[in-house]
């Protein structure tokens, strides 16, 4: 999650400056500020730093003559918000009076807030889909497993069972399932294979549901 965003600016005594931050109690280290001053060198670009204590995502906008940084966490993956900050860099190209630059400044940074949320959200909903789909393919394996293991299915009918819900089987992983005569179970697998129902792959030893 982002910990807030800053204005860099060019200061021909002091060199880069924070010229703007939002929140005011953001920690800036005048090292990345003056590593982001030179690394951007006056030009239109996009940096991802990563040091050992500082994560950010800048661009420089020559229009305005500064750095846009967006401080985040190091757990952040920068290149996740390089499209963000394009935005906001767009904005900034906008005339916007200056009393009114850090109101601006503050509502993207929480709108970068919202992103986040946003994708965390997403990220939450789809490892709870996970979770289920995996918690309802071990129900089926079990419901499946139960009933291959019955005796109220004839060999045929085993077979495209065991094969509907395996990518496919070898002819070991057939017997092992299924408990019948080797002879039976051969005649079976080459009255199946004849009408085409399944198939054998030579390079894996393998049979497999034909589709």
């Known amino acids: 999650m982002p910990k807030g965003i800053c204005l860099i600016k060019w200061d021909e005594v002091e060199g880069g400056t924070v010229y703007m931050k ?25 940096i991802i730093t990563e040091e050992r204590e500082w994560n950010s995502v800048s661009c420089y906008n020559e229009n305005k ?11 952040d ?12 860099n767009k904005e900034l ?29 997403v990220i939450i909903k ?15 394996e079990v419901k499946f497993n139960k009933i ?10 085993k077979i495209l069972f ?3 819900i395996n990518e496919d089987l070898s002819l070991s992983e057939l017997k092992k399932n299924i408990h019948t005569s080797n002879k039976w ?7 199946l294979l004849k009408n085409k129902v399944i198939g054998y792959n030579p390079n894996k030893d393998t049979y497999y549901l034909e589709l």
């Open 162 to 164: 065991l094969l509907a």
């Open 148 to 157: 291959t293991n019955s005796n109220q299915l004839n060999v045929k009918s």
């Open 185 to 191: 179970l051969m005649s079976v697998i080459e009255t």
């Open 126 to 140: 789809l490892s709870n889909e996970v979770v289920y789909l995996k918690t309802r393919e071990y129900d089926f």
């Open 77 to 88: 993956i920068g290149k996740d918000y390089l499209e963000l900050l394009e935005e906001f």
């Open 22 to 46: 939002y929140p005011e109690d953001l920690e800036i280290p005048i090292s990345i500020v003056q590593q982001l001053q030179i690394s951007h060198n006056f030009t239109e670009s996009h």
């Open 65 to 75: 003559e500064m750095i846009i940084v967006l401080v985040l966490t190091e757990y």
């Open 93 to 121: 190209d906008k005339e916007v009076m200056e009393e009114n630059l850090k109101e601006q400044l503050e509502s993207k940074f929480h709108y970068s807030l919202n992103a986040f949320r946003t994708t965390e959200e």
